[in-house]
Every structure is written in structure tokens, then in C-alpha cells.
């Protein structure tokens, strides 16, 4: 069974930072891109970052260019966003998933398996 669960979210001031991590298990995506996406209330779903299968590649969303770090680990399955300089504009639920493609995607539907979110609140 395949899972993959967020953590790291919480309330910050505008400025801060914090980091989720996404922990997959139930097979290795070491093959696959992954990604983090967002949704805040009454938005769509949209790209905020995306990571190819070596971590050689990686693609940003311009509203989070320059203050948001993807990076991976595939020995340990996860997936990590470092994120710095946060904006209230950042508040969303952050949903971590892995594309069914080796290399970066921001097309959601390129995704196959999804996180249950972590809700990150940025106050002003």
C-alpha cells in the first residue's frame, strides 16, 4: 500500500520559515519526479515545486522562486521543502505526490499518488 505523508506545517510569522518533508513508503519512487503542490481555500490546486527522479532538475512555481528549495533523498524515500521568507500570500494546505514521470512536471494529472496534506499558515 502506497503512502505518503506530509509533516511540518504550522503557524509562522511573515518572514519565517519552515520545512515539511514528505515520507513515502509501500515501494521505492526513486524512478519518479515528485512534487509539492498547494490549495488555499477557494483556489485551485496549483504547482509549487517539482523535482526530477536524480534530483538533478528541479522547476518552481515564480511566486516562490528564490525563497523555496526542493530537494530529495532517495535512499530514505522522502522528499523535502524548505521554504524562507514566508509571505501570508503562502497560506495553503501543502500536498507532497509523485508523478508517474521521471523527469519535473507542473501538470498535476502527471501525478499518481498524493499526501493528505499539511496546512501551513502564514500570519501578518
Known amino acids: 500500500q502506497v503512502q505518503l505523508v506530509e509533516s511540518g506545517g504550522g503557524l509562522v510569522q511573515a518572514g519565517g520559515s519552515l520545512r515539511l518533508s514528505c515520507a513515502a513508503s509501500g515501494r521505492t519512487f526513486s524512478t519518479y519526479a515528485m512534487g509539492w503542490f498547494r490549495q488555499a481555500p477557494g483556489k485551485e490546486r496549483e504547482i509549487v515545486a517539482s523535482i526530477s527522479w536524480s534530483g538533478g532538475s528541479t522547476v518552481y512555481a515564480d511566486s516562490v522562486k528564490g525563497r523555496f528549495t526542493i530537494s530529495r533523498d532517495n535512499a530514505k524515500n522522502t522528499v523535502l521543502l524548505q521554504m524562507n521568507s514566508l509571505k501570508p500570500e503562502d497560506t495553503a494546505v501543502y500536498y507532497c505526490?509523485?508523478?508517474?514521470?521521471?523527469?519535473?512536471?507542473?501538470?498535476?494529472?502527471?501525478?499518481?499518488?498524493w499526501g493528505q496534506g499539511t496546512q501551513v499558515t502564514v500570519s501578518s
Open positions: 505526490a509523485v508523478s508517474r514521470i521521471p523527469s519535473t512536471s507542473v501538470v498535476a494529472r502527471e501525478y499518481d499518488y
